[in-house]
């Protein structure tokens, strides 16, 4: 039997890898869970007020089925949805503005950019319908051991190869309009990876599926999910941040040694399994291989650097073509990729408890809104897109992987029984895609643990599940 395995990081990825080991091998399992920071990782909130209000990772796909169950496990419940419209914005006025009138809106995009709305649709559609499909694998017990594989499984080479072309190049392949790339792509991945329409087509269609589907978020804050499953694991949280792993061996099995650093000062433990859920690569962490044989090599790529700026202040509605500010419609600014725009989107953003009684501000009043950039904004900036404000807390990410960066995806298993999880982003970054990770790792811990090998990068799974059924 396992005995005592260890999960570095207890952002979603470690609390939900927690949660999955447990759940394949059992509640005997001893799970120490390391995190340096705090529980929750980038799910962060922050107070303005005495409300708390989400800092990032905010919304979640209706298709998010993990999220949907932990949710449900937890007991938590879904935030009370507050309508409000959005707009993009060029830096001189505004390409699109959404109405009150569904119709309405399904007409300008049409009148606007014609059937590449339609196409756009098809093809992120298509993606999702067959992404879909691991959640039938995994509920089989099927496991990945490389993210290729994962992807092979679900659409063939076409969604291997959509992790190495541009999400402008597959859109423009089906028919979709520069044009429309130029004003819409480019709005909604810049609001969601705070980068271009260069991103990798696969990345960019998770983050255009949210921007189309239906979205939710946790009553409480998103970041509940993740303490939720820990406690639920009843998993160790050790507060010390992991600064290497080296390997010896016991018996013929490998045994992996996590050196740790606390307030108390330096430890190490040994563990039959580890999970790493943090990002390896250099930028973001000095982390050491020792004993590994061959070397565990370099991680490839590099991370955007992102500014989460949360303000509690008076819009400038002039500045976006208002001089009246009552007469300011949207709660949401999404930019198109104009040299001089400074920020990539706004939003006038609710709590994270959202009463029945709650109503959003006025235009006119003062309001807290999120602003997303990739520097942090000057007093020019701020005074730019606000008239006055009463305070401004800024958090600087490295939050998404920098896509256009990349070549190969990261591995997923490092050892034997050690495994990678955040090589996952490079697929694609959402909440949903690292929970699906996270199962993934899990399964694929436990099939090789108990050597059930004909679970592991099965071909033609599509039919194999079928007769299953």
Not at 421 to 444: C, R, T, Y
Request: aromatic share 12%; charged share 15%.
């Amino acid at each position: 039997p396992l005995s005592p395995a260890a999960v570095v990081g207890a952002g979603l990825g470690g609390s939900a890898a927690a949660y999955f080991l447990q759940q394949h091998f059992g509640p005997q399992v001893q799970l120490d869970v390391y995190e340096a920071a705090g529980v929750g990782g980038r799910l962060a909130t922050v107070t303005v007020n005495k409300q708390q209000y989400e800092s990032r990772g905010a919304s979640i796909h209706a298709l998010s089925l993990h999220m949907q169950d932990f949710v449900k496990i937890l007991g938590l419940k879904h935030r009370r949805e507050v309508a409000g419209k959005s707009a993009i914005f060029s830096g001189e006025h505004f390409v699109l503005e959404e109405t009150d009138w569904y119709l309405l809106n399904l007409f300008r995009l049409w009148w606007h950019y014609g059937i590449s709305f339609l196409r756009l649709q098809m093809w992120v559609e298509e993606v999702m319908e067959k992404f879909m499909r691991i959640y039938k694998y995994q509920a089989h017990g099927y496991a990945f051991s490389s993210l290729e594989e994962l992807l092979r499984s679900l659409g063939g080479e076409a969604f291997v190869n959509m992790t190495q072309r541009s999400v402008a190049e597959s859109l423009l392949e089906v028919g979709v309009t520069q044009r429309f790339v130029d004003d819409v792509i480019a709005a909604v991945l810049r609001s969601s990876y705070g980068q271009s329409v260069l991103v990798p087509a696969f990345a960019g269609a998770m983050s255009l599926a949210g921007a189309q589907g239906s979205t939710w978020a946790v009553e409480g804050g998103n970041k509940l999910v993740c303490s939720g499953l820990l406690r639920l694991t009843k998993a160790n949280v050790i507060s010390a941040r992991v600064t290497g792993i080296s390997l010896h061996s016991s018996e013929g099995r490998p045994l992996y040694q996590v050196h740790y650093e606390s307030t108390e000062g330096q430890g190490s433990a040994f563990y039959d399994m580890v999970v790493v859920t943090t990002p390896l690569h250099p930028s973001r962490s000095n982390f050491t291989f020792e004993n590994f044989d061959p070397p565990i090599a370099d991680f490839p790529g590099a991370f955007q650097p992102s500014v989460t700026s949360v303000v509690h202040g008076y819009l400038n509605s002039s500045y976006f073509g208002f001089p009246d500010p009552k007469l300011f419609p949207f709660t949401s600014i999404l930019t198109t990729d104009t040299p001089d725009l400074f920020f990539h989107a706004m939003d006038n953003i609710c709590p994270v408890n959202i009463s029945a009684a709650f109503r959003r501000k006025q235009p006119q009043e003062a309001a807290v809104w999120r602003v997303l950039s990739q520097q942090p904004l000057d007093k020019h900036q701020l005074k730019t897109l606000f008239r006055s404000y009463y305070s401004v807390q800024v958090a600087e990410w490295q939050t998404y992987p920098r896509y256009d960066a990349a070549k190969a995806l990261p591995p997923i298993v490092l050892h034997e029984n050690l495994f990678y999880l955040s090589g996952v982003e490079w697929v694609a970054s959402s909440m949903e895609m690292i929970a699906v990770a996270a199962k993934n790792v899990a399964l694929l811990a436990y099939n090789r643990w108990h050597q059930e090998l004909e679970k592991i990068d099965q071909k033609d799974l599509m039919h194999k599940v079928k007769t299953e059924l």
